[in-house]
Structure formats: C-alpha cells, structure tokens
C-alpha cells in the first residue's frame, strides 16, 4: 500500500503563492506516477497536473498551466505543487494520487487513473 499525506495550503490573497507537499510512505519503492486533483464544494473532483516516476513527463490542466509547477524528489519521497499566480477560482481541497497499477508511466487526468489518494489539503484564495 501506499499512503500520502498533503501539506502546505491555506489561506493566500489572489496573485500570491503557496507551495503543497505530498509524502509518500509504503510501496515507495514502486516506479509510479503522481498526480495532483482539486475539488471545490459541489464541484466534480478536477485534474490539476500529473507527473511521471522520472519527472521527465508533466502534463498540465489548461486552467493552471504556466502557473503551477509539478515536481519530485524521489529521494525524500516527495511530490509538489508549486502554485504562483492563485487566483480566487484555485479555491479547493488539493488532493494527491498514486497511480501504482504500472510503471515508468505518464499518469492520467483522470482520478480512475489512481489508486491511493492523500487526504487533502484545503487551499483558499481570497480576492
């Protein structure tokens, strides 16, 4: 199994930034990609960006490209969001997601494309 637990949000006036971080424990030893969601209330669960085991692959929803950045640190066990430029529709709990079904893969923009969720962590944008 794997489990992931999100950090980092909060509450950040629009233009700011915030960087979340998701660590990982369990089958960290499995080649797998990570991907990052969002929800708001009442919202369907939304694909934010997806990164591959390398990092050599990152792929991007066209609402948050060029100001969200997906990264990784093998090493530390660690996948992050850096998020520059928030605006007030960022608003939302920011998931992680471990797609362990295979290896050396790019992810998906699809949360049935995971396996393992963190539990979340709320960010809060304020115009």
């Known amino acids: 199994q794997v489990q992931l637990v999100e950090s980092g949000g909060g509450l950040v006036q629009a233009g700011g930034s915030l960087r979340l971080s998701c660590a990982a424990s369990?089958?960290?030893?499995?080649?797998?990609?990570m991907g990052w969601f969002r929800q708001a209330p009442g919202k369907e669960r939304e694909f934010v960006a997806t990164?591959?085991?390398?990092?050599?692959?990152?792929y991007y929803a066209d609402s948050v490209k060029g100001r969200f950045t997906i990264s990784r640190d093998n090493a530390k066990n660690t996948v992050y969001l850096q998020m520059n430029s928030l605006k007030p529709e960022d608003t939302a709990v920011y998931y992680c997601?471990?797609?362990?079904?295979?290896?050396?893969?790019?992810?998906?923009?699809?949360?049935?494309?995971?396996?393992?969720w963190g539990q979340g962590t709320q960010v809060t944008v304020s115009s």
């Open positions: 369990g089958r960290t030893f499995g080649r797998y990609a």
């Open positions: 990164i591959s085991w390398s990092g050599g692959s990152t």
């Open positions: 997601a471990a797609r362990t079904r295979d290896t050396y893969s790019s992810g998906s923009p699809y949360p049935g494309g995971y396996d393992y």
